[in-house]
């Protein structure tokens, strides 16, 4: 069975572009999340969709948005970058059902100039 | 809210030892989940070992087990007869019951000594 995969390993951006980053759960997993990392931080959680819909919000400004499509595919959106946004993100999936664990991706290491 | 609290930034271990890393956390949820997740350098995280808060058995994968004490609201991780492939850095991480928000410890970064 594929694991989660993200797409792109590595992204460079300029202060106030946008990026869009994709996350692919494994099969028949319902549920996509979205957390940031950063050495500072540490790892924070952005938000969950499950069956396309936003199930779960974490503490992250409105530039931070995603949305899920029917095959479970999910994309995260970040608008006007700032500095601080240089970050690896990582997905995980799920059942969704409150009971399975969470399998996470590789991750997307973003770094904004 | 609830926090997660890894009070170890750094751990090491010769080869073959054993070392346990800390984690305690905060809650006023009677059911959750309690989990240890390994990121090597590769970043990938990777499911160690989980523990349903209702169940009083420790976890056992393997070379890895947990010490709950939930009265305690701790939950430490023991890794017997270490190997050089253990070495990572370690998060623990909170779920409530019937969600997905995970919340993490800021992460114990495990050395393995030859």
């Known amino acids: 069975k594929a694991g989660v995969t993200q797409t792109p390993r590595y992204l460079i951006k300029t202060r106030g572009q946008q990026v869009t980053l994709s996350c692919s759960p494994i099969?028949?997993?319902?549920?996509v999340s979205w957390y940031q990392q950063t050495p500072g931080q540490g790892l924070q959680f952005l938000f969950e969709?499950?069956?396309?819909?936003?199930?779960n919000k974490g503490n992250f400004p409105g530039r931070f948005s995603g949305r899920q499509f029917s095959n479970s595919r999910s994309e995260m959106n970040v608008s006007t970058l700032e500095l601080g946004d240089s970050a690896l993100y990582l997905c995980?999936?799920?059942?969704?059902?409150?009971?399975?664990?969470?399998?996470f991706g590789d991750g997307t290491r973003l770094s904004i100039l | 809210a609830q926090t997660v609290t890894q009070s170890q930034p750094e751990m090491s271990v010769q080869e073959a030892e054993t070392v346990t890393l800390s984690c305690t956390y905060d809650?006023?949820?009677?059911?959750?989940?309690l989990f240890w997740y390994k990121q090597p350098p590769s970043r990938q995280m990777i499911l160690v070992i989980r523990?349903?808060?209702?169940?009083?058995q420790n976890a056992t994968e393997n070379r890895f087990s947990v010490n709950f004490q939930k009265a305690a609201k701790s939950f430490s991780l023991k890794i017997s007869d270490s190997q050089l492939g253990d070495a990572a850095m370690y998060f623990c991480?909170?779920?409530?019951?019937?969600?997905?928000?995970?919340?993490f410890g800021t992460g114990t970064s495990l050395t393995v000594i030859p």
């Open positions: 969709y499950f069956s396309e819909t936003q199930r």
């Open positions: 099969s028949g997993h319902r549920s």
């Open positions: 809650t006023s949820e009677s059911d959750y989940y």
């Open positions: 523990q349903e808060a209702y169940k009083q």
């Open positions: 991480a909170y779920s409530q019951y019937t969600g997905n928000q995970f919340y």
């Open positions: 995980a999936s799920s059942l969704g059902d409150g009971i399975s664990s969470q399998h």
